[in-house]
């Protein structure tokens, strides 16, 4: 992707303002929509719980449930790449069905799904090769051009596949054919839209956000863990500070070495500000897939897009506000 770039900090979140405020617009012609990211949310959840309680298991009791909350765990994750990827494709199709003035439900979503099963797994299977090389990328022992470049390609990838789900759910097409789709879209891309194509919309924007919420829960986790350190209960007892920390590091803490620690405090902060992570990831994941969807749309099916959205679709697509002129809110088909 030749115009391939990362928004700035601050376009970041003006991006997902925008998207936040536009994207009900959308959402409202179709409240189907919004069913397939409910899944997605509560399925985030639930593998969240199901890790932190795993954690639980393993503190308070030795009769095996922990080793079976963890295989557990594992299952779900590596079941996740494949369930969050139908429900994308149900996410697109419903969009693209939208935007072409058909009204389409849920269970007409699954049934179009369940055609695109060979594309699914292999969106899974590529998306679990970007979660690895995401994590070496996060390796510290790997040099610097090697952490470039692995993030050059997760980067570039998250843009692919979000230009790979239309390509699927719209034209049913495999994967060698969808990346032609993809070419195609990028030849095509009207003049008023080239500014925007390739931008990785809402680039880790979830990151970014939760960084600092991250931060004060495990402070308030610590504070609590160390206050009220005998009121939890004792599996979770870590001993004192002044058995885990340097002396120097004590000089600077307002606690003395024979205070008592108990992380279950800061075990149950991680995990509330996990759980909200993961659902707002959903929610921001299922944004770039209604974008991508429509710009997707767009691009090469613009002849088949309902007279009531073109309008609106072109300022959606650049990101601008209701009061900016378009130079052609006409919507041509690609020639």
Same mark, same amino acid.
């Given at each position: 992707?030749?115009?391939?770039?990362?928004?700035?900090?601050?376009?970041?979140?003006?991006?997902?303002?925008?998207?936040?405020?536009?994207?009900?617009?959308?959402?409202?012609?179709?409240?189907?929509?919004?069913?397939?990211?409910?899944?997605?949310?509560?399925?985030?959840?639930?593998?969240?719980?199901?890790?932190?309680?795993?954690?639980?298991?393993?503190?308070?009791? !030795?009769?095996?449930?922990?080793?079976?909350?963890?295989?557990?765990?594992?299952?779900?994750?590596?079941?996740?790449?494949?369930?969050?990827?139908?429900?994308?494709?149900?996410?697109?199709?419903?969009?693209?069905?939208?935007?072409?003035?058909?009204?389409?439900?849920?269970?007409?979503?699954?049934?179009?799904?369940?055609?695109?099963?060979?594309?699914?797994?292999?969106?899974?299977?590529?998306?679990?090769?970007?979660?690895?090389?995401?994590?070496?990328?996060?390796?510290?022992?790997?040099?610097?051009?090697?952490?470039?470049?692995? !993030?050059?390609?997760?980067?570039?990838?998250?843009?692919?596949?979000?230009?790979?789900?239309?390509?699927?759910?719209?034209?049913?097409?495999?994967?060698?054919?969808?990346?032609?789709?993809?070419?195609?879209?990028?030849?095509?891309?009207?003049?008023?839209?080239?500014?925007?194509?390739?931008?990785?919309?809402?680039?880790?924007?979830?990151?970014?956000?939760?960084?600092?919420?991250?931060?004060?829960?495990?402070?308030?986790?610590?504070?609590?863990?160390?206050?009220?350190?005998?009121?939890?209960?004792?599996?979770?007892?870590?001993?004192?500070?002044?058995?885990?920390?340097?002396?120097?590091?004590?000089?600077?803490?307002?606690?003395?070495?024979?205070?008592?620690?108990?992380?279950?405090?800061?075990?149950?902060?991680?995990?509330?500000?996990?759980?909200?992570?993961?659902?707002?990831?959903?929610?921001?994941?299922?944004?770039?897939?209604?974008?991508?969807?429509?710009?997707?749309?767009?691009?090469?099916?613009?002849? !088949?897009?309902?007279?009531?959205?073109?309008?609106?679709?072109?300022?959606?697509?650049?990101?601008?506000?209701?009061?900016?002129? !378009?130079?052609?809110?006409?919507?041509?088909?690609?020639?």
């Amino acid at each position: 992707m030749d115009r391939f770039r990362r928004p700035g900090l601050q376009e970041r979140f003006t991006q997902l303002a925008y998207l936040l405020k536009h994207t009900v617009t959308i959402v409202g012609r179709d409240a189907d929509i919004i069913r397939p990211l409910v899944r997605m949310a509560i399925y985030a959840a639930v593998l969240v719980t199901v890790f932190f309680a795993m954690i639980w298991a393993y503190a308070v009791d !030795s009769d095996g449930t922990g080793t079976l909350l963890l295989l557990l765990a594992v299952i779900l994750f590596i079941y996740k790449f494949f369930y969050y990827n139908r429900q994308e494709l149900a996410v697109s199709w419903l969009v693209a069905e939208t935007a072409f003035g058909r009204d389409r439900s849920v269970t007409d979503a699954a049934a179009h799904v369940a055609t695109l099963r060979g594309q699914a797994r292999i969106l899974a299977l590529l998306d679990m090769g970007a979660a690895w090389i995401a994590s070496r990328k996060n390796n510290n022992k790997s040099g610097l051009l090697t952490n470039l470049l692995l !993030s050059a390609i997760t980067e570039g990838w998250d843009l692919v596949n979000h230009f790979l789900l239309p390509a699927f759910a719209i034209d049913n097409v495999g994967f060698r054919d969808a990346m032609g789709k993809i070419r195609a879209a990028r030849d095509n891309v009207p003049e008023t839209l080239m500014g925007v194509f390739g931008i990785d919309i809402l680039g880790r924007v979830v990151v970014t956000i939760f960084a600092p919420i991250y931060t004060l829960l495990a402070l308030a986790g610590v504070a609590l863990g160390t206050w009220l350190a005998g009121v939890f209960p004792q599996a979770f007892h870590a001993g004192q500070f002044g058995d885990m920390l340097p002396p120097e590091a004590l000089e600077w803490l307002p606690i003395s070495a024979t205070s008592e620690f108990n992380w279950l405090p800061l075990l149950v902060a991680i995990f509330l500000g996990k759980v909200v992570a993961a659902v707002f990831e959903r929610a921001v994941t299922t944004l770039k897939v209604i974008y991508f969807t429509l710009f997707y749309a767009r691009t090469l099916h613009a002849g !088949s897009l309902s007279e009531d959205i073109r309008g609106e679709l072109e300022r959606y697509l650049r990101l601008e506000g209701e009061d900016a002129e !378009s130079p052609d809110d006409g919507v041509t088909a690609p020639g």
